[in-house]
């Protein structure tokens, strides 16, 4: 299994993201963030989802994203590229 994360959860990326991921075979969802949303539960958001993301958004400080084997930023640029290093995510080659 492939342990997933996903910064800024709550946009049209994030949602879509979201969608295709909890179906997927060899992924686990193991981080959604959301720093206006943190602490409610992703299916309260977003019911199309329910049964398939049993997790609540939280901050991306909290979120644990170093466990992570992969984290996809569905972010505005600027917060990407500002923020990386403090995730502790090594940058992409």
Request: net charge positive; glycine share 8%.
């Amino acid at each position: 299994m492939i342990k997933v994360g996903i910064v800024g959860g709550t946009g049209y990326t994030g949602v879509e993201l979201l969608r295709l991921l909890a179906r997927h075979p060899q992924v686990e969802l193991k981080a959604i963030t959301s720093r206006k949303e943190a602490g409610m539960p992703v299916a309260d958001m977003f019911p199309n989802l329910r049964g398939w993301v049993k997790l609540a958004f939280s901050t991306p400080e909290e979120a644990g994203l170093e466990n992570c084997d992969v984290v996809f930023f569905a972010t505005p640029t600027a917060w990407r590229c500002s923020r990386r290093a403090r995730c502790s995510m090594p940058a992409s080659r």
